[in-house]
């Protein structure tokens, strides 16, 4: 009996900690956290013309702030834009309908997030809104391509500053 | 020469197909195992309550290299704070599961395969048939399945404890940001990461009692042959858990 007993309270302790050990794990290492119900919440759009790798479950931000995330990202193909659907939390019910959407980096490798800012208007997003203003995501790869595109016109410009006519044959 | 190599193919897809006979046997006694749970319990208690010190043991000490490498390695492209991810990510899907799975067979693995073999040994096992009790249902299908019940967990409690491990060490001591080293963590380690790796280490589990069980209870009944297969276990096991690791990660990407 006593035996039989430590036996039953060995295999109960380690079962006990093998389900929370996979308890924490998913959900202290994910980010999905405690949320068994979501919070009260509600759906605002916007689309843009370049989300980069701007992934689902990427927070959205105001301020530094995280109050939401998003939960779709769809293609449009009337419009040729994307449209991401951000699912924010209902305490931040106070939105100007007019505030923009930037698509940003954390940090110089880090993942894409949305930061909203303010904008001035008196009416306050509500559930299946639309954010009109919109800014893509920041591509490194155009950067370059530009800042190299400008660089070299710069120096053909500087070095036919007298011969404009030469100009179209540079370009070409 | 070719003969020799056809031959011993031959033995080895022979063998193959007896180990699945043999699983499917068990499987087939499975249901009815578990309304006599206290056999079950019994092993879980044997198999994995006794490995627990072991495992711990491993997984702090794991999750301690994880942070040390890794903050050296993080720290040439000065993103330290990527180590909680980085260990966590390697802890959850890959170490955990296949350092468990390899302790299990040299722990629990040879335990089985040693008992079972000198059971059939010393004819307890024949004892039984003449009572008409199947040595299967009563004494290989509990085994079995306390070692496919454990395994998980088991592994689950190492990812937990080598976490903690990496985040001694990277943050206590090489002073990471323990903000950063917690908040990157939760933000890429993705459900399907942790899903990858239970998925491991309950496939591993199978994996590892079936050849315990398998090996102990088609042990030749002499002290050599039981050696035998508890080496044969072990040596197995190993290599069975990475070729199968291979297999499932080449599945889930």
């Known amino acids: ?172 | 020469m070719l003969r020799d190599a056809w031959q011993s193919m031959v033995e080895a897809l022979v063998t193959l197909g007896d180990v699945v006979r043999f699983l499917v046997r068990l499987l087939v006694q499975t249901p009815s195992a578990f309304l006599r749970f206290n056999l079950i319990s019994q092993q879980i208690y044997n198999s994995g309550a006794l490995s627990l010190v072991i495992i711990m043991l491993s997984g702090l000490f794991v999750g301690m290299v994880l942070g040390l490498q890794g903050y050296q390695l993080l720290q040439r492209f000065g993103s330290e704070e990527a180590l909680g991810t980085a260990a966590a990510i390697g802890l959850v899907k890959e170490l955990a599961p296949v350092v468990t799975a390899l302790l299990f067979a040299g722990r629990a693995g040879t335990a089985l395969a040693s008992e079972l073999g000198l059971m059939r040994a010393t004819d307890q096992l024949a004892a039984m048939e003449m009572m008409a009790v199947d040595p299967i249902r009563r004494v290989v299908v509990p085994r079995f399945l306390g070692g496919v019940i454990a395994m998980p967990l088991l592994s689950a409690i190492f990812s937990v404890i080598g976490i903690y491990g990496a985040q001694l060490v990277g943050v206590q001591i090489m002073r990471v940001d323990a903000g950063s080293f917690w908040s990157q963590m939760r933000a890429s380690v993705g459900l399907s990461d942790i899903t990858e790796g239970i998925v491991k280490s309950c496939i591993f589990g199978v994996a590892c009692s079936l050849i315990a069980v398998y090996e102990g209870y088609y042990a030749t009944p002499t002290a050599e042959g039981v050696g035998l297969a508890t080496t044969r276990t072990v040596v197995t096991s190993a290599v069975v858990i990475l070729f199968l690791d291979y297999l499932i990660t080449a599945a889930f990407l």
């Open chain 1, 1 to 172: 009996m006593r035996k039989t007993h430590t036996l039953n309270l060995g295999t109960g302790t380690f079962v006990l900690l093998g389900f929370a050990a996979l308890f924490y794990l998913t959900t202290q290492t994910t980010s999905r956290g405690l949320s068994f119900s979501s919070p009260p919440h509600y759906d605002v759009t916007a689309k843009f013309d370049n989300v980069g790798d701007l992934k689902v479950g990427a927070p959205v931000s105001m301020s530094g702030v995280e109050i939401g995330r998003v939960v779709s990202i769809d293609f449009d193909s009337k419009e040729y834009k994307a449209v991401v659907v951000m699912r924010l939390n209902a305490r931040y019910n106070q939105i100007p309908t007019d505030s923009d959407a930037s698509i940003y980096t954390q940090g110089l490798l880090g993942g894409k997030f949305i930061g909203l800012t303010a904008g001035g208007a008196e009416t306050y997003l509500k559930d299946k809104d639309h954010i009109d203003f919109t800014q893509s995501a920041f591509v490194l790869e155009n950067l370059i391509g530009q800042v190299l595109a400008n660089f070299t016109k710069s120096k053909a410009d500087a070095e036919t500053p007298a011969a404009p006519d030469a100009k179209p044959e540079k370009a070409k």
